[in-house]
């Protein structure tokens, strides 16, 4: 399945009420496992970005339509990056020869 990293950070309504993190990304969590995806990695970081989450889905567009329907709430903004593989990037530039 394509994984994606997303940093995000919260909008000033995500830090307004940020002791419901824990059960925004329970619901989060739902939503991308209804959707046939998971979150593989989950980090809280320091910096331009509060959240670094790894998921995976089916397609692109199953990933976006759950991206966009979080970000609809208001909590967060976020940028999402097609993540490779080791493995899958070292034969995409092994084929460029």
Do not use: K
């Amino acid at each position: 399945m394509p994984t994606y990293l997303s940093l995000v950070q919260l909008t000033q309504q995500g830090i307004e009420n940020v002791d419901q993190l824990p059960s925004r990304l329970d619901a989060f969590r739902e939503l991308v496992e209804d959707n046939d995806g998971e979150i593989v990695d989950y980090y809280g970081t320091l910096g331009s970005y509060d959240i670094a989450i790894v998921t995976e889905f089916p397609d692109a567009e199953t990933a976006a339509g759950v991206l966009l329907s979080t970000a609809r709430l208001g909590n967060v903004r976020s940028e999402t990056l097609t993540a490779f593989p080791e493995e899958t990037f070292r034969d995409m530039i092994g084929d460029l020869s």
